[in-house]
């Protein structure tokens, strides 16, 4: 439920073989990267689907100040390749970039992990302000997968807490994406315009309960996601004055075609295929028409308010007919914001708004569970979430900026990651409240020190039952209570630079009764660099600084190891963090 967008590209997949709305960003160059727009909850009509919790907007430059050739190596077989670069051409600049990436890692069984990447990017602005912009980028990657490990063979010593079960497991993506946009001063306002076109696939194979429900050959099982997709966008920007009251206006038109030409699920023992679970060709379209207007109603206060009409058609051939069909449904959203300030350097604020995320097309047609051949019921296409946030924002003290809030959210379908089926599933109604806090202070002329901490609720809002009718609970699994990132940046102007970072995950409950809870996770980074000259800089990263033994994730589910009974054990299954890690990095501008 995070809507995220790269250079106008949308990352997020519908009606993925993984699960709904995977955002892959491995196409994503970091050091290309100019800036990154971050907008909290359902409250903004330019986005869409996926935009309930909010939005991430990362945004490539159009020059850079200097060309780079860079490598890295560390511990665990990393390798990292970077060449980046910006040219005049024409009468614009081409941006360009190219990585490769590989690496074994620290668990027992070797990732092989390797990654090529490739952006070329033209911009050019006309005196006027217009300009435009044209993007090729691509990415391609294969790994060997240590999936998560069931608690009970590290504890009887079957294996090492980062050791593995199954060999095969993992699998390769890639995608190649066109993009291109268009802005220019039309009449009183600024026209814009967007298109995109990408090309993706995903295979992947994994076996999370290993031999419980095939004991011969094994659980193993491959999602597979083949697709193309279109799309566009049309806006127009526009500021005027009305009954004296100055306006800034937005209107625009989204529009997106998925063409996924296979998506499934099969049986597989060592990734070869054995048996079709479910697989389907899907049509799946949306478009979308909003608008949001801004009004300076006082000197000390401002009223946005916003709405968005979204459309969403499935069409699905799947290899099961009773799961073939279509589906359709809309969605009025609207949105509302009022600020009050600044009074002393400090503002407060109001939003309310109504989002939504779509759910898988296959599940809208879906009568019959390809696993179980149970009768099931369709979901709706368009599950809306409604939300409130309360704050303020505050450079009342010296050198300080603070940002603290409360919030409440209420989604009519959770989408909750299922870890013995490597997917997510439509749940029930949720209800989310919580509080946030950030806090950005300069103690001293060089040093940076941020922190942003957040505690959160998270409950169905009806009892969930389990496969016999009995009530378990509310708890949401997974989802996390408490959050904390705590950092210190520093950048002399003799050259060094440094930074040292906190991150905290709070412990999580496992199932809907929350009976067991995960552990907390803690992990801090530290890096370091120093410019050599005006052209080299060495640089240096630890992560995981005190080699902690947490985990990345926990799931709570029944597999079944060999010799033990046919009916498994329901148990904890985790991935540890990897242990301390270091490397270094020489860079030469040119």
Same mark, same amino acid.
């Not at 207007?293 to 009409?309: D, K, Q, V």
């Not at 949720?430 to 950005?440: H, K, M, N, V």
């Not at 039952?465 to 210190?488: F, S």
């Not at 009976?515 to 120093?530: K, M, P």
């Given at each position: 439920?995070?809507?995220?967008? *790269?250079?106008?590209?949308?990352?997020?997949?519908?009606?993925?073989?993984?699960?709904?709305?995977?955002?892959? =960003?491995?196409?994503?160059?970091?050091?290309?990267?100019? !800036?990154?727009?971050?907008?909290?909850?359902?409250?903004?009509?330019?986005?869409?689907?996926?935009?309930?919790?909010?939005?991430?907007?990362?945004?490539?430059?159009?020059?850079?100040?200097? =060309?780079?050739?860079?490598?890295?190596?560390?511990?665990?077989?990393?390798?990292?390749?970077?060449?980046?670069?910006?040219?005049?051409?024409?009468?614009?600049?081409?941006?360009?970039?190219?990585?490769?990436?590989?690496?074994?890692?620290?668990?027992?069984?070797?990732?092989?992990?390797?990654?090529?990447?490739?952006?070329?990017?033209?911009?050019?602005?006309?005196?006027?302000?217009?300009?435009?912009?044209?993007?090729?980028?691509?990415?391609?990657?294969?790994?060997?997968?240590?999936?998560?490990?069931?608690?009970?063979?590290?504890?009887?010593?079957?294996?090492?807490?980062?050791?593995?079960?199954?060999?095969?497991?993992?699998?390769?993506?890639?995608?190649?994406?066109?993009?291109?946009?268009?802005?220019?001063?039309?009449?009183?306002?600024?026209?814009?315009?967007?298109?995109?076109?990408?090309?993706?696939?995903?295979?992947?194979?994994?076996?999370?309960?290993?031999?419980?429900?095939?004991?011969?050959?094994?659980?193993?099982?491959?999602?597979?996601?083949?697709?193309?997709?279109?799309?566009?966008?049309?806006?127009?920007?526009?500021?005027?004055?009305?009954?004296?009251?100055?306006?800034?206006?937005?209107?625009?038109?989204?529009?997106?075609?998925?063409?996924?030409?296979?998506?499934?699920?099969?049986?597989?023992?060592?990734?070869?295929?054995?048996?079709?679970?479910?697989?389907?060709?899907?049509?799946?379209?949306?478009?979308?028409?909003?608008?949001?207007?801004?009004?300076?109603?006082?000197?000390?206060?401002?009223?946005?308010?916003?709405?968005?009409?979204?459309?969403?058609?499935?069409?699905?051939?799947?290899?099961?007919?009773?799961?073939?069909?279509?589906?359709?449904?809309?969605?009025?959203?609207?949105?509302?914001?009022?600020?009050?300030?600044?009074?002393?350097?400090?503002?407060?604020?109001?939003?309310?708004?109504?989002?939504?995320?779509?759910?898988?097309?296959?599940?809208?047609?879906?009568?019959?569970?390809?696993?179980?051949?149970?009768?099931?019921?369709?979901?709706?296409?368009?599950?809306?979430?409604?939300?409130?946030?309360?704050?303020?924002?505050?450079?009342?003290?010296?050198?300080?900026?603070?940002?603290?809030?409360?919030?409440?959210?209420?989604?009519?379908?959770?989408?909750?990651?299922?870890?013995?089926?490597?997917?997510?599933?439509?749940?029930?109604?949720?209800?989310?409240?919580?509080?946030?806090?950030?806090?950005?202070?300069?103690?001293?002329?060089?040093?940076?020190?941020?922190?942003?901490?957040?505690?959160?609720?998270?409950?169905?809002?009806?009892?969930?039952?389990?496969?016999?009718?009995?009530?378990?609970?509310?708890?949401?699994?997974?989802?996390?209570?408490?959050?904390?990132? *705590?950092?210190?940046?520093?950048?002399?102007?003799?050259?060094?630079?440094?930074?040292?970072?906190?991150?905290?995950?709070?412990?999580?409950?496992?199932?809907?009764?929350?009976?067991?809870?995960?552990?907390?996770?803690?992990?801090?980074?530290?890096?370091?660099?120093?410019?050599?000259?005006?052209?080299?800089?060495?640089?240096?990263?630890?992560? =995981?600084?005190?080699?902690?033994?947490?985990?990345?994730?926990?799931?709570?589910?029944?597999?079944?190891?060999?010799?033990?009974?046919?009916?498994?054990?329901?148990?904890?299954?985790?991935?540890?963090?990897?242990?301390? =890690?270091?490397?270094?990095?020489? !860079?030469?501008?040119?």
């Amino acid at each position: 439920d995070v809507a995220i967008t *790269i250079d106008g590209l949308p990352v997020n997949t519908p009606t993925h073989a993984h699960g709904q709305g995977y955002a892959d =960003n491995g196409f994503m160059i970091p050091e290309l990267v100019d !800036s990154i727009e971050y907008r909290k909850g359902p409250y903004y009509a330019q986005y869409g689907d996926f935009a309930v919790a909010g939005a991430a907007d990362i945004r490539y430059k159009d020059k850079l100040e200097e =060309n780079v050739i860079a490598t890295t190596g560390g511990a665990f077989g990393y390798g990292r390749l970077l060449g980046i670069g910006s040219a005049p051409l024409g009468s614009g600049e081409l941006v360009y970039g190219a990585e490769y990436v590989h690496y074994d890692g620290p668990y027992d069984l070797g990732q092989h992990y390797n990654k090529g990447n490739l952006v070329l990017r033209y911009s050019a602005r006309d005196t006027d302000g217009g300009g435009y912009h044209l993007a090729a980028t691509g990415y391609s990657t294969r790994n060997l997968s240590p999936d998560q490990v069931p608690q009970r063979a590290v504890d009887q010593g079957l294996i090492d807490r980062l050791g593995f079960i199954d060999p095969t497991d993992g699998g390769y993506s890639h995608r190649i994406n066109f993009s291109g946009g268009f802005d220019r001063h039309i009449g009183p306002g600024t026209l814009t315009l967007a298109a995109y076109a990408f090309r993706y696939r995903l295979e992947l194979f994994s076996n999370f309960t290993y031999l419980l429900d095939d004991p011969v050959n094994g659980d193993q099982f491959n999602q597979s996601d083949k697709r193309n997709v279109y799309g566009g966008s049309a806006s127009y920007k526009l500021s005027n004055e009305v009954l004296g009251l100055k306006l800034d206006n937005e209107v625009g038109l989204q529009t997106r075609y998925d063409d996924i030409d296979d998506v499934g699920l099969y049986l597989t023992r060592a990734r070869e295929r054995l048996e079709t679970t479910t697989v389907s060709d899907v049509q799946e379209w949306s478009g979308a028409l909003y608008a949001q207007s801004s009004a300076h109603l006082t000197p000390w206060a401002r009223l946005t308010l916003g709405a968005r009409f979204d459309s969403i058609n499935f069409d699905v051939a799947n290899n099961n007919a009773a799961n073939t069909g279509r589906a359709s449904d809309i969605l009025f959203s609207p949105k509302a914001a009022l600020i009050f300030g600044p009074f002393d350097k400090t503002e407060f604020f109001v939003n309310v708004g109504q989002g939504f995320h779509s759910n898988d097309a296959r599940g809208a047609t879906q009568t019959i569970d390809p696993r179980s051949g149970d009768a099931v019921d369709p979901v709706t296409p368009l599950a809306a979430a409604r939300g409130i946030d309360l704050g303020l924002r505050s450079a009342l003290i010296s050198k300080v900026q603070i940002a603290a809030s409360v919030f409440r959210l209420r989604s009519d379908s959770e989408l909750v990651y299922v870890g013995d089926a490597g997917t997510t599933e439509p749940f029930g109604a949720t209800e989310r409240y919580g509080g946030e806090l950030a806090i950005y202070a300069r103690p001293i002329k060089h040093l940076l020190v941020d922190a942003d901490l957040a505690y959160t609720q998270a409950r169905f809002q009806q009892q969930q039952l389990d496969e016999n009718g009995a009530e378990i609970g509310t708890h949401v699994p997974q989802a996390v209570q408490g959050v904390a990132a *705590i950092g210190m940046t520093y950048d002399s102007p003799q050259g060094w630079e440094a930074a040292l970072r906190v991150r905290y995950f709070g412990k999580r409950p496992l199932d809907e009764g929350a009976t067991i809870y995960s552990q907390a996770t803690t992990i801090v980074n530290l890096g370091a660099g120093y410019r050599i000259s005006k052209k080299l800089k060495v640089s240096g990263q630890i992560t =995981n600084l005190f080699d902690s033994k947490d985990h990345d994730i926990d799931y709570l589910y029944t597999s079944r190891l060999g010799g033990e009974a046919a009916e498994g054990v329901n148990d904890i299954h985790f991935h540890p963090i990897e242990p301390i =890690n270091v490397r270094v990095t020489l !860079s030469y501008a040119y």
